[in-house]
């Protein structure tokens, strides 16, 4: 619970939530009984909203000036059902009919284990393409009518989805051995340290150790030139 206190931005004096304004307002009826106004978070306006509705609300916030999609992302609530939420932000930027201010909005979507999907927004925000795909990647919540729907972070043959709270701490399987195909031969690398550049009585000297010749200790170069 936050301080009592403290009144988030816009909050009237004797409690309770402000009168939301009339581009909220349109958001809100975009989908009726579907979008819930939440708290404020740190004075952002936040909208929890039903996956059905996404597409009819998400229409609506472009309509009201949020041009620009900052992050889509996903959360596991394990053991609470609805297990997981998919977060968005978004930003409405000034200028060419925008607000005289600079807002942002936050828009949360509760998503059940048993059928963990909801609506892609890339078509809207094509920002959020990638977004979408590293969600699916790490939580295994899909978007449907993404255009390409594949994983980002992990290899296309991983098992799983790494953020899950119940996902294996140590991976899904040990990883092998690295070996080489019979036959197959590799050139070992010896790491040398560093030459100095030059002796501390101001000449060039070879370190005897790391099998450089006098000429390369001289110039500082291997004979072939500057």
């Known amino acids: 619970m936050g301080d009592p206190r403290v009144r988030p931005p816009g909050a009237p004096p004797g409690g309770g939530a402000a009168s939301p304004a009339p581009w909220l307002e349109a958001i809100l009826a975009a989908a009726p009984g579907q979008v819930e106004r939440l708290e404020p978070c740190y004075g952002i306006e936040s909208l929890r909203v039903a ?8 229409d609506s916030i472009r309509e009201a000036g949020f041009t620009m999609c900052l992050d889509v992302g996903g959360v596991d609530y394990l053991p609470r059902q609805p297990r997981f939420e998919v977060v968005y932000h978004f930003l409405a930027l000034q200028g060419d009919g925008r607000p005289e201010q600079p ?5 949360r979507v509760p998503v059940p284990e048993e059928a963990p999907e909801v609506p892609s927004i890339a078509h809207l925000w094509p920002s959020a393409n990638w977004a979408e795909r590293e969600v699916y990647d790490l939580f295994g919540i899909r978007f449907t009518g993404h255009p390409d729907l594949r994983r980002i972070l992990m290899p296309d043959d991983w098992e799983g989805h790494p953020l899950r709270k119940d996902y294996p701490l140590r991976g899904p399987r040990d990883r092998a051995a690295a070996t080489l195909p019979q036959g197959e031969q590799f050139d070992f690398l010896q790491a040398r340290r560093p030459q100095p550049l030059a ?9 005897p150790g790391a099998g450089g010749s006098e000429a390369e200790g001289r110039d500082g170069h291997d004979g072939a030139g500057a």
């Open 103 to 107: 807002r942002r909005l936050q828009l």
């Open 199 to 207: 002796h501390a009585r101001g000449g060039w000297r070879p370190d």
């Open 51 to 58: 996956p059905t509705a996404l597409l009819a609300v998400a």
